[in-house]
Nanobody
Framework: QVQLVESGGGLVQAGESLRLSCAASGYTFTSYAMGWFRQAPGKEREFVAGISWSSTISDYADSVKDRFTISRDNAKNTVYLEMNSLKPEDTAVYYC??????????????WGQGTQVTVSS
């Protein structure tokens, strides 16, 4: 079965950085795009970033462009989200997701349990 396990969340101050990791198992990692979503209290889950199986295509929400970078290591079955210049509005539970296919723009089917990111002002 598909398993996605996030790590790396925590409490940071505004302007600082964090790197999230997501270890995937239970399927052929290189056959699917991967993505990150987030959900703040009282808000709907929103797309943050996605990356194709080969890392040639990436996609970002406007709110995180130029601050966040998604990457993947296919040898380690792991996807990362490097978050720089964090803002209080980035506070949320961050979820790793597996794509419906190899393209990050074609939807997502599975999500991990999430990791909390809290940014203080």
């Amino acid at each position: 079965q598909v398993q996605l396990v996030e790590s790396g969340g925590g409490l940071v101050q505004a302007g600082e950085s964090l790197r999230l990791s997501c270890a995937a198992s239970g399927y052929t990692f290189t056959s699917y795009a991967m993505g990150w979503f987030r959900q703040a209290p009282g808000k709907e889950r929103e797309f943050v970033a996605g990356i194709s199986w080969s890392s040639t295509i990436s996609d970002y929400a406007d709110s995180v462009k130029d601050r966040f970078t998604i990457s993947r290591d296919n040898a380690k079955n792991t996807v990362y989200l490097e978050m720089n210049s964090l803002k209080p509005e980035d506070t949320a539970v961050y979820y790793c997701a597996r794509g419906a296919n190899s393209n990050p723009k074609f939807g997502y089917r599975y999500w991990g349990q999430g990791t909390q990111v809290t940014v203080s002002s």
